[in-house]
């Protein structure tokens, strides 16, 4: 068995983890992780990604579980030293010990390697018993128009959610690089030839929705003949943790499991869901999904442990059997 699973941070990296423990570590099965580097930004001179740090630390065992992000046993006197200096971006909490990823990261690729290169050398040390790739080797940055009290601008999306905590209210946000993004060179083999694809419960505009502006992954998924599930990143209107809900209004999708399913659409007409799981408490708001050609299955969502992640996992293998053409 194939499967690739479509993830951003947190939520992605837990659901992944989940997937992994039910698959056996390390799996019967292939596990290959496309992981969104939309995220991504140059910091410091650092070329720096979160989002494939964390799910490359959360299946390596190297997450600080406590804060979601970064590695555990932090210090982070280098920012601090840096604030000292006044360097502009100490708002971006770099640790000591996740700076040393940042550093092998950026010489490798100064050294001519692939962003997909580095990843699965940086991978040989955590060893995650998945293959982690980038969405995609060229630049695809997320920026978000604002506009507040400094007026209306575009910035990094990691300063809108760290340094302004999402305050400031997106107007818009510009998937910059994204039209003339090439897949990573082994994407879209892996979403042709894979028996399952699962869309992890990451943020649908700023996670999934940067992996799938890349054009050449949406046309794979639109033509694979695997079943394509994804997993709802609300439990009754409200994302566990993270901005999915302020990044939904801003693009007019309403904060519901059913308008996003309907976002993402159903391959029967132009879209990349077969099935979409869902909370327990949004059974019946969803039921009318399969008139849109997208089956469900609803069951609890909240991944609180492993054992809990594995069981969405497992449903959503489920679902991907039923779904099978
Ligand atoms: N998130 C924060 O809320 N504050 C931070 O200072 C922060 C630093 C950081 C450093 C490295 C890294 O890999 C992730 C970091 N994150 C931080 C999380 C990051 O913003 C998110 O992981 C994603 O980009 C959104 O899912």
């Not at 092998?104 to 940086?122: I, K, N």
């Not at 998945?130 to 300063?159: K, W, Y």
């Not at 994804?230 to 801003?250: D, F, H, K, W």
Request: hydrophobic share 40%; glycine share 10%.
């Amino acid at each position: 068995m194939k499967i690739v699973v479509l993830a951003g941070g947190h939520g992605g990296a837990r659901y992944t983890r989940g997937l992994r423990a039910e698959l056996g570590n390390p799996p019967a099965t292939e596990i290959t992780v496309i992981g969104n580097t939309a995220d991504d930004l140059v910091l410091h001179g650092l070329n720096i990604c979160p989002d494939l740090d964390t799910l490359m630390y959360t299946l390596g065992g190297g997450l600080a579980e406590d804060r979601g992000w970064g590695r555990s046993d932090e210090t982070f006197h280098a920012n601090e030293e840096l604030a000292a200096y006044g360097v502009p971006g100490s708002w971006f909490g770099l640790g000591d010990r996740d700076l040393a990823t940042h550093l092998v990261r950026t010489q490798m690729l100064t050294a001519g390697y692939s962003l997909t290169d580095v990843t699965e050398a940086l991978c040989a040390r955590w060893l995650p018993g998945v293959s982690l790739l980038p969405m995609s080797d060229d630049r695809v940055e997320t920026h978000v128009v604002v506009n507040d009290d400094e007026g209306q601008r575009a910035i990094h999306f990691q300063e809108w959610w760290i340094r302004y905590q999402a305050k400031s209210r997106a107007e818009r946000f510009i998937y910059v690089g994204a039209p003339e993004a090439q897949p990573g060179p082994e994407v879209v083999p892996a979403l042709m030839n894979a028996d399952c694809i699962l869309l992890a419960p990451s943020n649908p505009v700023v996670s999934i929705g940067a992996i799938l502006s890349v054009p050449a992954i949406t046309s794979a998924l639109k033509q694979t003949p695997a079943p394509i599930v994804g997993v709802s990143p609300l439990i009754s209107g409200r994302a566990v943790r993270g901005m999915a809900e302020q990044c939904l209004s801003t693009i007019g999708v309403p904060r519901d499991a059913a308008s996003v399913a309907r976002h993402y659409g159903s391959r029967q007409s132009d879209g990349v869901l077969d099935g979409w799981l869902v909370d327990e408490q949004d059974r019946d708001a969803c039921a009318d999904l399969a008139e849109d050609g997208i089956a469900t299955s609803a069951l609890p969502l909240l991944m609180t442990d492993v054992n809990a992640a594995a069981t969405i996992a497992s449903e959503s293998l489920r679902l991907a059997d039923r779904v099978r053409l």
